[in-house]
């Protein structure tokens, strides 16, 4: 039989097929809305079943071992199999379950599933379990980051958060996943700021005040006379030379330690030029990014979230003292000169251990 497109049964058939797929997704609506890792735990393997099943102490031990597999791909690169090998943790104590035998022909209803999140009595058992769960999250989240899947990721992180809302990594990559699409707006600016600002509270108070100082600064230019906010839409170039005159009074080591922050190979940078137009470039590709200039009521904005973002990047890897000279330029317009410093305590891992 003829099924190609000008044949108007292979057509009605289309049709057909379309219309089918529409009724199905009404009737699936909630588990559409969960997010991958939660959806994928109805399909996994036998291997992760039959651990569901077993005492608290050897199902947390196969998790375990599941999530440390993921760790290991992650550090190879291959983001897909370590996210399946996270979920796969995650799906030995959260998961979905279809009390419908012929599901996988009938396809998917929200009245068949059944939700299971296990809870222990123990306290310091559940501790070790919400460990697990958030550490998972924050590495699905970190994976989906670089893989350009920012709603996931954004749905990840607030699942780690509800487990740990002091959580600064959370904080940290769902701001990230918010502003890097080129989509995201205003809306999503605040959000980011809104996240970075929870993030830094629950951090060192020298941090908290170089923010504090930023974001004063902020207000004052926003409530200046009209003449004023017209001078100050020539203050993003003043901020960019700023950017610029720290960077050249770094040490190698001390960019070094942005560009690992960062994720970026910095052994394939052969010269110190290299180093400072790559760092330079960590701070400034909020602005660079945009095709049009932005509003002068948000080019503040942008320059005081990238600052913001390497405060907070550079604080959770321990360098206090490149943090306080970046937020002190950014403040004071650059004019400082300061010598370099000694290379500041190991990076935070890019995955969580």
Not at 72 to 89: C, T
Request: aromatic fraction near 6%; charged fraction near 30%; include cysteine.
């Amino acid at each position: 039989m003829d099924m190609s497109a000008e044949n108007p049964f292979a057509d009605l058939m289309t049709k057909a097929v379309k219309l089918k797929g529409a009724q199905q997704a009404q009737l699936r609506t909630q588990f559409d809305s969960w997010p991958q890792y939660f959806q994928h735990s109805l399909f996994m393997q036998d291997s992760v079943i039959s651990v569901r099943s077993k005492p608290f102490l050897e199902r947390i031990a196969a998790a375990e071992d599941m999530k440390a597999a993921g760790n290991d791909h992650f550090s190879k690169e291959a983001l897909e199999e370590a996210v399946a090998e996270y979920e796969k943790a995650l799906a030995v104590f959260k998961y979905l379950e279809n009390k419908d035998p012929g599901w996988k022909k009938k396809g998917i209803e929200d009245t068949d599933m059944l939700t299971t999140d296990f809870k222990c009595d123990d306290l310091e058992d559940q501790n070790r379990l919400n460990t697990l769960k958030t550490s998972c999250y924050l590495n699905i989240a970190v994976a989906k980051l670089k893989l350009k899947e920012f709603a996931v990721c954004i749905r990840a992180c607030d699942d780690a958060l509800e487990l740990d809302p002091r959580n600064v990594k959370a904080y940290f990559r769902r701001a990230q996943a918010l502003i890097t699409p080129a989509s995201s707006g205003a809306l999503e600016f605040d959000r980011a700021i809104s996240d970075l600002q929870k993030a830094i509270d629950l951090t060192d108070k020298s941090v908290q005040q170089m923010l504090h100082d930023l974001q004063e600064e902020e207000r004052n230019k926003k409530s200046s006379s009209s003449e004023k906010r017209t001078e100050s839409r020539a203050s993003p170039p003043n901020a960019v030379e700023s950017v610029d005159s720290l960077l050249k009074s770094m040490s190698n080591a001390e960019i070094t330690q942005m560009l690992r922050c960062e994720g970026i190979d910095y052994h394939k940078i052969s010269d110190r030029e290299q180093f400072l137009e790559t760092a330079r470039h960590v701070l400034l590709s909020k602005i660079d990014e945009k095709k049009e200039p932005p509003k002068p009521s948000y080019a503040r904005t942008i320059i005081l979230l990238a600052v913001a973002w390497t405060l907070l990047r550079l604080y959770t890897s321990g360098g206090l003292s490149v943090l306080t000279r970046i937020a002190m330029n950014a403040v004071s317009g650059g004019t400082e000169s300061n010598t370099a410093e000694q290379e500041a305590a190991n990076v935070m891992d890019i995955f969580d251990d």
